[in-house]
């Protein structure tokens, strides 16, 4: 056992894991935050895909240990209150989930991509996507969505 | 193509001028309109609760033991290490499983034959990941550990894998009572098919592959359960598509009264029908939760899934054609040859039996025999995957088109045309016997080459890149929806003190956007805002009874269910506001949260003033009782029949071999729409699926029984960078299968697409000298054909007669 301390969505969280512990299973089971999920335990589905330090990982793919005095956020850190961000709300003007499993890896891949690249093309999106799998939507609104969303950080439009 | 120039000038004109009559009907109320989601909220948010989100005190962790043999006798389970663990609570072999019954297969039936399917292994191993142990620990990584632990001692036996060999009476049996593995066969005739086939010009056989896949919904499948000694009530959460059914079910198996069991359906990450049916687990972790007296739960891995849970499709079809010399068909024989897997479970006989009944699509072509084998293989069972027999029978009857129009050098879109049922013969009856109320292929596939202009645009293509390979594909598809009359599905509606209307509805919505799209039909009936409706799912205790979401069903039975009990609720609600208005009931008006009459607009009663009323009898009309609840179980007199045609334009990579669908074009008719928002969605989803049978899926075992791709790193779900933009829109002929008019389209893209894309990539590959593929079109696959061709270098002219699929 070793003892951590991980800072998700801007909280502390003390524990003493295994150091096979994943990153993902601390996330949901240790900080009780369950909207990041498990899809595929192999790093090929994307739903468990949180940041760390801004940069995007598969939460599946990391230990615990190794996230020790990062900076995570999960999708449970992005909407202000009941303020939805500009990304979640694109998804939803533009129907880019169907049972959402898939949805908070999706929104958190773009939450970094739309940092890296701020006006992608729709081949850009679709590329910065293609480690993150949907069974639902066919991506097309989803794309759509991500290219909505772009726009309205562009223009720093938060609430419309 | 003389055709295709005549559709570039049609088409052209079409784009000028407006339509005279429009093809989609335009919507009065909410019904029809793009409402946004009502349930997107929560699940944007990471509040949604899926199965392993829900919270249960004291909770234990199960994981199974699963055989690593295909097929292979039991003689031994040492449990001895894994108790040893300090984490381990217990280890559960098929001993210790006292007093529950075995898994149902089908009923024993003239042809058809029932296995008994254990929960755990008893004796004998049937299928590569059949569980042979359950493990009971504190942690979910400790009851891994242990699992690893359990010793297994496994006398291998030789497996039947593949169907065809199954059959042959050297193979072993899966089942000893079961000869030749085939466990149902099933041969149905209608008219003349000899004379149809001795007096024809000439017959046109295919022989196809139509390859077994995973569902691969997005979340794995779980199940938790919690009893209490005290009340013996038991209550389970599953990934369920059919929650009623999975009581009724584990009240037979458990031998506990149905009222003791509460099943409940959480958020669930997709299901595609790999959810359908009850599973082992489902028993066993009831069992030890019985048994332990503690909450247990157990979380699917991907492994796992691809092991354990159902596939789909799995059919070896062959198709005969007689036909004429212009390309009418005048009678037609399929055999199928189903993989069913390694139990009789009621999924692998009725899925293929729709793909019998299906397999004439939408042609008019009465003479025709089908024969189905249901085969038993040491593989997991067969059971639903998206259109569940009917992206079979689509794929079997569109390749089979092609291959007849290239035989006979005649345009695969004017042999469908030859041989659509006209819109004047509806309703057609079906050699199957299906009635097909209404429909109209000629309008969807002429609406689809006007507004697509893919003829043109192909064309184009291959004028300004001589050297590209490029190909167009059509499919022109049916299916049956609506299924009934013994699977009802309900709904009840209620309207609070304070006005608030309540839904509840069975079966288990699972991204389909049920929350919306009954929220919207409550909300035109009763005149209320949808946010003054709220709709809750998924729990046993809500309804006495419904049966399942699943086979585009929703909108036709659920949706009808949900109106007709708004209509009762705003019959009462009109005698109660008539009496407080001192009006007639059959005047009255329910619009904006007011309830008026024509006659006198100007007095008007609150919605809520009247739902007040309800609840103080002495405030009621004589007679009438007091409160607003109203519950309907609908069970349609007949099934429904959406259609449509659907048209992509591939290209081949010729180095590389690789397919690029660079353009996904449809026109389905699906009656009316609730939502289209949501049903493009149904769509867009449905054609990634069918796309990704056609591209990329295959569960492959090898000769062992081992399943060799059993994880997303080699069963390749289509991603972004897989999928066309696809164009969707609708035509509408009317349906009086329910009175909401709706046809269906949950499956409507997986069942087109499939072979829209196969026969795009055989028209490039004609164009480049090619042959016949099966599926999945992988480049290695196309990249092979392709050389081939161009060493050898001969003519394709009859490549297709007899053609193989290579699967």
């Not at chain 1, 739903?47 to 240990?65: H, P, Q, R, W, Y």
Request: charged residues 20%; proline residues 6%; aromatic residues 6%.
């Amino acid at each position: 056992m070793r003892k951590v301390n991980l800072r998700i969505n801007g909280k502390d969280y003390a524990a003493e894991i295994e150091p096979r512990l994943l990153l993902v299973t601390f996330i949901r089971d240790i900080a009780g935050l369950t909207g990041t999920h498990i899809g595929c335990d192999t790093s090929n589905c994307g739903a468990c895909t949180v940041t760390m330090d801004g940069k995007s990982v598969k939460s599946c793919t990391v230990l615990a240990a190794q996230a020790e005095g990062k900076e995570i956020t999960t999708i449970e850190g992005l909407a202000n209150g009941e303020e939805l961000h500009p990304i979640q709300k694109a998804f939803w003007e533009h129907h880019g989930l169907q049972c959402g499993y898939c949805t908070p890896g999706m929104i958190m891949q773009a939450l970094w991509y739309l940092k890296l690249n701020p006006s992608p093309t729709e081949q850009e999106v679709r590329e910065s996507l293609s480690g993150n799998l949907c069974r639902c939507t066919g991506y097309q609104n989803i794309v759509d969505s991500i290219l909505a969303a772009a726009e309205y950080m562009r223009k720093g439009n938060q609430t419309r | 193509m003389a055709s295709a120039q005549q559709t570039i000038r049609s088409g052209a004109a079409a784009r000028r001028k407006k339509p005279k009559t429009p093809l989609v009907k335009k919507p009065q109320g909410l019904v029809g309109r793009p409402l946004k989601r009502v349930e997107d909220h929560r699940l944007l948010t990471g509040k949604g609760k899926f199965l392993a989100d829900i919270p249960l005190p004291g909770l234990l962790h199960a994981a199974f033991v699963r055989s690593p043999y295909a097929r292979a006798r039991l003689k031994h389970v040492d449990s001895v290490a894994a108790v040893s663990l300090h984490t381990t609570i217990a280890v559960f072999t098929a001993k210790d499983l006292h007093g529950i019954g075995e898994l149902p297969t089908v009923e024993e039936a003239p042809e058809k034959h029932p296995t008994k399917r254990p929960v755990l292994v008893q004796d004998e191993v049937r299928y590569l990941g059949e569980a042979v142990a359950l493990v009971i620990s504190t942690d979910p990584y400790a009851a891994e550990d242990a699992a690893e632990l359990v010793d297994v001692d496994y006398e291998p036996l030789e497996p039947v894998v593949d169907p065809i060999e199954a059959m042959l009476p050297s193979s072993p049996r899966v089942h000893e009572h079961i000869p030749n593995n085939i466990a149902y066969h099933l041969k149905k005739e209608n008219g003349d098919v000899e004379s149809a086939f001795s007096s024809s010009e000439g017959v046109l056989t295919l022989e196809l592959e139509n390859q077994r896949v995973s569902p691969a919904p997005l979340e794995p499948r779980g199940v938790a359960a919690s009893y209490d000694a005290g009340s013996s009530d038991l209550t389970i959460w599953s990934t369920t598509q059919d929650p009623h059914s999975l009581r009724a079910i584990l009240s037979a198996g458990l031998r506990l009264p149905e009222a003791k069991i509460t099943v409940i359906a959480p958020d669930m990450g997709g299901a595609f029908g790999q959810k359908i049916s009850v599973y082992p687990e489902d028993f066993a972790i009831a069992f030890a939760a019985i048994q332990l007296g503690r909450p247990v739960k157990w979380l699917e891995s991907r492994r796992e899934n691809m092991l354990a849970g159902t596939h789909g499709r799995g059919q070896v079809q062959r198709i005969e054609l007689a036909h004429a010399n212009d390309g009418r068909v005048l009678g037609v024989k399929a055999k199928i040859v189903s993989d069913g897997g390694a139990y009789s479970t009621s999924g692998a006989f009725e899925i293929p039996e729709l793909t019998c009944a299906m397999v004439t699509g939408v042609y008019d072509v009465q003479d025709v025999r089908t024969e189905l084998y249901s085969v038993l293989t040491n593989k997991v069972p067969q059971d639903a995957y998206r259109g569940a027999g009917r992206p079979e029978a689509c794929y079997l009857i569109e390749r089979a088109m092609n291959a007849l129009a290239h035989k006979l050098g005649l345009d695969p879109l004017e042999v469908r045309r030859k041989n659509f049922i006209p819109s004047s013969k509806y309703p057609y009856r079906t050699a199957s016997g299906y009635i097909y109320d209404s429909g109209d292929s000629l309008l969807a596939l002429s609406t689809l080459l006007e507004r697509s202009q893919v003829l043109s645009r192909v064309n184009e293509l291959r004028k300004r890149f001589p050297d590209r390979l490029f190909g167009l594909g059509f499919s022109t598809w049916t299916e049956i929806t609506s299924f009934g009359p013994d699977f009802p599905q309900t709904a009840a509606v209620s309207v609070t003190k304070e006005g608030e209307v309540m839904v509840t509805i069975g079966g288990h919505p699972h991204g389909q956007g049920h929350f919306t799209s009954m929220i919207q039909i409550v909300s035109d009936e009763l005149g209320v805002e949808p946010g003054s409706i709220s709709l809750a799912e998924g729990d046993t205790r809500l309804l006495p009874w419904s049966s399942l979401t699943a086979g585009s069903r929703s909108a036709a039975l659920t949706g009808t269910a949900v109106l007709l009990s708004a209509r009762k609720v705003k019959s009462k609600m009109s005698v109660i506001a008539a009496k407080l208005l001192e009006d007639n009931p059959s005047e009255l008006v329910f619009e904006r949260g007011q309830i008026y009459s024509m006659a006198k607009p100007e007095r008007r009663i609150a919605f809520k003033e009247v739902a007040s009323a309800a609840y103080l009898p002495s405030k009621l009309p004589e007679g009438l009782e007091p409160t607003l609840y109203e519950y309907t179980a609908y069970a349609p007199p007949n099934f429904a029949f959406p259609s449509g045609a659907h048209a992509v334009i591939v290209e081949i990579d010729p180095e590389t071999g690789a397919v690029r669908p660079l353009e996904y074009h449809a026109v389905d008719d699906v009656g009316r729409v609730i939502n289209p928002l949501l049903a493009e969605g149904q769509v867009h989803g449905g054609v990634a699926q069918g796309l990704g049978q056609a591209l990329l899926e295959k569960v492959v075992y090898d000769r062992s029984g081992q399943l060799l791709n059993a994880g997303l790193g080699d069963y390749c779900l289509p991603s972004t960078t897989d999928m066309p933009r696809i164009n969707w829109s609708r035509t509408e002929t009317v349906t009086y299968a329910n009175i909401l008019g709706v046809k269906g389209i949950g499956e409507a893209g997986t069942i087109a697409a499939t072979p829209a894309l196969v026969n795009a990539v055989e028209d490039a590959l004609g164009a480049a000298g090619g042959e016949s593929l099966g599926m999945p079109l992988l480049p290695e696959l196309v990249w092979k054909s392709l050389s081939s061709k161009s060493r050898t270098a001969t003519s394709s002219s009859s490549a297709h007669e007899g053609d193989r699929a290579s699967g």
